[in-house]
């Protein structure tokens, strides 16, 4: 099956400071990955979707300059949280499109980001 | 636009009892249904999926969910529970061009008691 990989799966960073969380599809190739943020007991909430070679669209709401999305290659996307502040704490979760054409996500791991 | 709505944010079941967590979707169209399940700091991990051939779909682990397009449906069951299934549930939907982007329902945390 898809193998989705999710690095780092805990990081704690002092505010002000960024972080990059890395996502790659290990089996397959992913034009298109999402990131999703969670919260505490709460559903997903999509942030962005990244693109291969081209920007990410962001969802409503979420702060573009402060959540840098690349996807440089068909196989990583990266996640990077600017000048990190405590509100920013939460589970992140990448995921890639399948390539079977009906549409299903295969996630990674998740990354739980403290900032202090 | 589609939707996904799951009935019960907690469902607590004895160990060997059935499991049944209810979604029902909101769609124009019958579209690409699924279900996935997250363990605590974990991500999501697809349990099963409906993609327009037999309404009864078999998934990973026991689970098996039905499509019933007459009651907008996709409820998931396990005929037993075991205590490894206690986790955070989620149903999904997406439209049928299979490039559209998956909405998950709010989630149901499954609670199995020994």
């Known amino acids: 099956g898809a193998v989705v990989s999710q690095h780092p799966s805990r990081v704690i960073c002092k505010s002000g400071t960024s972080v990059k969380i890395e996502c790659r599809s290990l089996?397959?190739?992913?034009?298109?990955m999402f990131w999703y943020r969670q919260f505490p007991k709460q559903s997903l909430m999509l942030m962005a979707t990244?693109?291969?070679?081209?920007?990410?669209?962001?969802e409503q709401g979420v702060e573009k300059d402060k959540f840098l999305i690349n996807h440089a290659s068909l196989t990583l996307s990266t996640l990077t949280v600017t000048s990190a502040h405590p509100e920013d704490s939460s589970f992140y979760i990448c995921?890639?499109?399948?390539?079977?054409?009906?549409?299903?996500?295969?996630f990674g791991e998740g990354s739980r980001l403290t900032v202090l | 636009a589609q939707s996904v709505t799951q009935l019960g944010s907690h469902v607590s079941v004895s160990e060997g009892a059935l499991v049944l967590l209810r979604c029902n979707y909101s769609?124009?169209?019958?579209?690409?249904l699924f279900w996935y399940v997250q363990y605590p700091n974990q991500g999501l991990q697809l349990l099963l999926k409906?993609?327009?051939?037999?309404?009864l779909v078999k998934g990973i682990n026991g689970f098996e969910a039905e499509f019933k397009k007459s009651e907008t449906s996709f409820h998931l069951t396990k005929p037993s529970a075991h205590m490894s299934d206690a986790a955070e549930y989620f149903c999904?939907?997406?439209?049928?061009?299979?490039?559209?982007?998956?909405?998950f329902g709010k989630g149901t945390m499954l609670l199995v008691s020994p």
């Open positions: 089996d397959f190739q992913a034009t298109t």
């Open positions: 990244s693109n291969e070679g081209s920007k990410a669209t962001y």
């Open positions: 999904a939907v997406s439209d049928r061009s299979g490039y559209s982007t998956l909405t």
């Open positions: 995921s890639a499109r399948g390539t079977s054409g009906t549409g299903e996500l295969f």
């Open positions: 769609s124009s169209v019958p579209p690409y």
């Open positions: 409906y993609t327009s051939a037999a309404t």
